[in-house]
């Protein structure tokens, strides 16, 4: 199973664009990259999931190098809201074993300042 | 559509005691899978089923153990609970068919206390 390396914490405005990186050094060919979100007291929520260059949705974009060695979760224009801990899964989503959903992890705790 | 459904929501018992929690994914998902989560070691895996064949397990002792039955319902159980066990149990289910996203949709947990 690919390994995944995101930071501990990071602190933003409100109103900015947040990156946050993943490291996955060892990504094998089958694996996707997912992102998943998590407030206290809750279950996480998937929030994106991509395979290479760039995805986007209504609420993030992931970009994902040709190496595929990390991937940036972008959040634009954050608000208080967005509080919470993100976590980067990386594994082979049609695996049987459903390989992908053992490395949540510690995730990276996303603190919005008014 | 309902959501995943995880019972009890909250939960006390001594050292010692077992436990049981019960989840109940979203209507049509055959994999359901199950997760521990505590502030010192963030959100582990316990094991996975899949249409009442367990095809995963993480890295607990054997006291943690689970089964799904066929309307994809699931169980957990906790034998002699130890104080280390007090965590928030969390139940994921998802289609996991080969042509999805293999998204996870997580219930809102079961909080347990080991005193």
């Known amino acids: 199973l690919a390994k995944t390396t995101q930071p501990i914490s990071m602190d933003s405005y409100e109103g900015q664009e947040v990156n946050i990186t993943c490291s996955h050094n060892?990504?094998?060919?089958?694996?996707?990259i997912t992102w998943y979100q998590q407030f206290p007291s809750q279950g996480p929520r998937f929030i994106i999931q991509?395979?290479?260059t760039k995805v986007t949705n209504e609420v993030a974009s992931l970009f994902i190098p040709a190496d595929r060695k990390s991937s940036t979760l972008s959040l634009p224009r954050v608000s208080l809201s967005d509080t919470a801990v993100y976590y980067c899964?990386?594994?082979?989503?049609?695996?049987?074993?459903?390989?992908?959903?053992?490395?949540f992890g510690k995730g990276t705790k996303l603190s919005v300042i008014p | 559509k309902a959501g995943v459904t995880q019972t009890p929501r909250y939960l006390i018992k001594t050292r010692g005691q077992q436990v049981t929690l019960s989840c109940s994914p979203i209507?049509?998902?055959?994999?359901v899978s199950w997760y521990q989560q505590t502030p010192g070691q963030g959100l582990q895996f316990l094991f996975e089923?899949?249409?009442?064949?367990?095809?995963n397990k993480g890295n607990f002792p054997g006291r943690f153990s689970g089964r799904q039955f066929s309307n994809s319902r699931s169980e957990m159980n906790v034998s002699t609970l130890e104080l280390g066990d007090s965590a928030l149990y969390l139940c994921?289910?998802?289609?996991?068919?080969?042509?999805?996203?293999?998204?996870?949709?997580f219930g809102e947990g079961s909080r347990l206390t080991v005193l």
């Open positions: 060892n990504i094998a060919t089958n694996d996707y």
């Open positions: 899964l990386v594994g082979d989503r049609y695996s049987g074993a459903g390989s992908y959903q053992l490395t």
């Open positions: 991509g395979y290479k």
């Open positions: 994921a289910s998802s289609w996991n068919t080969g042509n999805d996203t293999g998204e996870l949709f």
């Open positions: 089923y899949f249409s009442e064949t367990q095809r």
């Open positions: 209507s049509g998902h055959r994999s």
